[in-house]
């Protein structure tokens, strides 16, 4: 975690996820009480989300800060994709949606890691879910997807009217594991990369990004970040010349 925070480039705004493990972090690993963890986190927001309104985060803050204690950290070094699995989502015609259907996946399976009676249920809003799967589309047709994944019997809502969560029908553990994912991130590039897509993952940070060169090694921040390095360098070697 600390890792993470020195990346300057970190956004918290694209996930309430971030702020649920870092307060747990903030409680298990380093022993903060409630209010330090709430102003911890209205600390990191102010850092790293220049739109940080306190008024409008104070809930969320609140909850994850009381929440922090209630759920262990775990450390998930991968999950497996299998056979069955795969086979399943190579016959769903739509690309987009096959996507879609692998990031939940993922997301349900990583769960049941967390909690074995988790039953292949995902929780994350419908915004997480569509970043994690590089899908970008209005929210309309956000239902629309969803809606085609039941309709195909992939997916399962909750009874309960005011449960958005999500349940994943083919979870198939007893198949031949032929995946490995241990990156979360970018799930829909995943998916890209086993289809034989060009992508390569960052040398800085070990993202998945498109292949745009054959000597490509950094995503686009890292590249950014190495560009600056080089710079200061070549500026302190020119400064050395010129003292001696």
């Known amino acids: 975690m600390d890792n993470i925070l020195q990346h300057k480039n970190i956004d918290v705004s694209k996930t309430c996820t971030f702020l649920s493990i870092y307060a747990r972090y903030l409680y298990h690993e380093k022993g903060l009480k409630k209010s330090e963890i709430i102003e911890e986190l209205n600390h990191i927001m102010n ?3 220049p739109r940080f309104n306190p008024v409008n ?6 909850k994850y800060a009381g929440k922090a204690g209630k759920y ?6 991968g999950i497996w994709i299998t056979e069955n699995e795969l086979q399943t ?17 993922c997301l349900a399976k990583f769960r049941n890691y ?3 009676n988790n039953n292949n249920w995902v929780n994350y809003s419908n915004g997480e879910i569509f970043d994690m799967a590089c899908i970008n589309t209005t929210a309309f047709n956000k239902d629309i997807k969803f809606n085609r994944l039941l309709e195909s019997g992939l997916i399962e809502y909750a009874k309960k009217v005011n449960n ?8 198939d553990d007893n198949s031949r594991q032929k995946l490995l994912i241990t990156d979360f ?27 745009k060169t054959n000597n490509q090694k950094y995503c686009k921040d890292c590249a950014y970040e190495k560009q600056l390095e080089r710079n200061r360098d070549y500026k302190s070697q020119l400064l050395i010349q010129d003292i001696f």
């Open 72 to 77: 262990p950290l775990c450390e998930c070094k």
């Open 89 to 105: 989502i190579e016959e769903v015609q739509d690309k987009v949606l096959g996507r879609l259907a692998f990031t939940l996946l």
């Open 57 to 62: 985060w104070s809930v969320s803050i609140e």
């Open 114 to 116: 967390r909690n074995p």
């Open 164 to 171: 958005l969560n999500i349940r994943v029908m083919f979870v």
């Open 185 to 211: 991130r970018k799930l829909g590039y995943e998916w890209k990369l086993y289809k034989g897509e060009k992508y390569i993952r960052c040398t800085g940070c070990g993202i998945l990004v498109k292949r």
């Open 47 to 49: 850092l790293y989300y």
